[in-house]
């Protein structure tokens, strides 16, 4: 069973570039979460998506940040017009149900964005 | 605001010493903590877990302790061994939340021979 794919692990974009960073769950689950990761600092919740649904995108940046996960395909974090700030580390999760409080997620590998 | 706080980013522990590793939460609506290891390069991998109603759960090594009117919980590693070398994640989850894991700054675990 394969776990949490992600990519690409890594991605260079030039400031005012797009990025995009996939997601495929593990098989079965249907719950998707997006954290990053600033250099140095701990794991900042971003969204947390359903298939075709977003339950909760508290996280999200009010500008240029996008998150999808459609009913065929991966999950796709999607950011406009990069600036470095941007750069870090983005994380996907996933579970397989909701998760009632009881947390347990299963992490990806982890897509790492440059912006130069 | 961060509801959950890792005060110490690093420790350094001796092989077959105790590793205790540290988490505050603010939060009192919190009814389940996780910590989770991390390896550089790679994704967070779950370890130990706790709900609210308890105020011990043990898995081998691991030993996670929650204080609930302190608003504290820890992890303690015994023996220690070189392999547990990696950051440790407090995260947090509530009742009536979406889910979503709140997670502290980590702890950066070193254990030397």
């Known amino acids: 069973n394969a776990g949490v794919m992600q990519n690409p692990r890594h991605l260079v974009r030039r400031r005012g570039q797009e990025a995009r960073l996939r997601c495929s769950p593990m098989k079965g689950h249907s719950h998707v979460y997006w954290y990053r990761q600033l250099p140095e600092e701990g794991l900042k919740f971003m969204v947390y998506?359903?298939?075709?649904?977003?339950?909760?995108e508290s996280g999200m940046p009010k500008e240029r940040f996008s998150a999808e996960f459609p009913k065929e395909g991966p999950s796709i974090l999607r950011i406009q017009q990069v600036v470095r700030g941007d750069s870090a580390a983005y994380f996907c999760?996933?579970?397989?149900?909701?998760?009632?409080?009881?947390?347990?997620?299963?992490f990806g590998e982890g897509s790492r964005l440059t912006v130069l | 605001d961060q509801q959950v706080k890792q005060n110490s980013p690093s420790l350094s522990v001796q092989e077959g010493r105790i590793s205790i590793l540290n988490c505050d939460y603010t939060n009192s609506m919190f009814d389940y903590f996780l910590w989770y290891k991390k390896y550089p390069a790679e994704g967070p991998t779950f370890l130990i877990s706790i709900s609210s109603i308890k105020d011990k759960n043990e898995d081998g090594r691991f030993t996670v302790f929650l204080n609930k009117s302190a608003k504290h919980l820890s992890l303690h590693i015994v023996p220690s061994q070189p392999g547990d070398s990696a950051v440790y994640f407090c995260?947090?989850?509530?009742?009536?939340?979406?889910?979503?894991?709140?997670f502290g700054t980590g702890t950066r675990l070193q254990v030397f021979p």
């Open positions: 998506l359903q298939k075709e649904n977003i339950i909760d």
């Open positions: 999760a996933s579970s397989p149900l909701r998760t009632g409080g009881t947390g347990e997620l299963f």
């Open positions: 995260a947090a989850s509530g009742r009536g939340d979406t889910d979503k894991l709140i």
